[in-house]
């Protein structure tokens, strides 16, 4: 196992659904990211771990809700989403927080989230 | 806050020809400028980046120029192969990374 692992890779659920996202990093980093991409938008931050502890919440709807047990893993927990929350939710790593201002971060392949 | 504007959304070139991405950028504090590419199905990668205390770095094929007066910084391949078909993203820095809209190269045979 290798880089940034995101499961599932695509996921459909109904607005009154609750599933979660999971991402697990296998390169030692301290700080762990959730992006979400929409088409034609510039990626958007929604959270930041660093050493498990959530450093930033970018004005996240409640219905979007992270966990980070350890700086290995991070869960994106889900709940009456809507169908404009349909996006590719991105999962990112680097060495620490302040590195991904400037410092490499490290992407997974994403969870397509479908909100029917 | 820091607005990064990236063109064009979408550009077509032949094998071997040379592709330019352009952005802009609006905090002029802003300090690391990194590039990402996006293959298809999987999550962004850096392909180089640049510091504002340098105007142009160079990595085999691909090169970043920054303009700190104009605001602007740009990456340029040349030589293009099949295997650079990709979107790119680029992004700029002072205390928090902002992402650009994206580029889609498609490279024609």
């Known amino acids: 196992e290798t880089g940034v692992t995101q499961t599932p890779r695509h996921l459909v659920m109904g607005m009154t659904n609750k599933k979660s996202l999971k991402c697990e990093q296998h390169?030692?980093?301290?700080?762990m990211y959730w992006y979400k991409q929409s088409a034609k938008k510039p990626l958007e931050l929604m959270f930041v771990?660093?050493?498990?502890?959530?450093?930033e919440n970018n004005s996240v709807p409640s219905r979007f809700s992270p966990e980070c047990p350890n700086s290995s893993h991070l869960f994106l927990h889900l709940h009456t989403l809507q169908p404009e929350d349909s996006a590719l939710y991105l999962c990112?790593?680097?060495?620490?927080?302040?590195?991904?201002?400037?410092?490499?971060?490290?992407f997974g392949e994403g969870s397509r989230l479908t909100v029917l | 806050g820091e607005n990064v504007e990236q063109h064009p959304s979408t550009l077509s070139v032949q094998e071997g020809d040379s592709a330019v991405i352009k952005c802009t950028y609006s905090?002029?504090?802003?300090?690391?400028f990194p590039w990402y590419k996006q293959e298809l199905g999987k999550g962004p990668q850096l392909i180089i980046d640049?510091?504002?205390?340098?105007g142009e770095k160079k990595d085999q094929r691909i090169a970043v120029t920054l303009n700190k007066t104009a605001k602007h910084f740009s990456l340029h391949i040349t030589e293009t192969q099949p295997e650079d078909s990709a979107v790119y993203f680029c992004?700029?820095?002072?205390?928090?990374?902002?992402f650009g809209t994206g580029t889609r190269l498609q490279v024609t045979l």
């Open positions: 992004a700029a820095s002072r205390s928090k990374l902002t």
């Open positions: 905090d002029s504090a802003s300090n690391y």
């Open positions: 640049i510091r504002s205390n340098v």
């Open positions: 990112a790593s680097s060495q620490a927080a302040l590195a991904r201002n400037t410092g490499e971060l490290f």
């Open positions: 390169l030692g980093h301290n700080a």
């Open positions: 771990y660093n050493f498990k502890e959530q450093t």
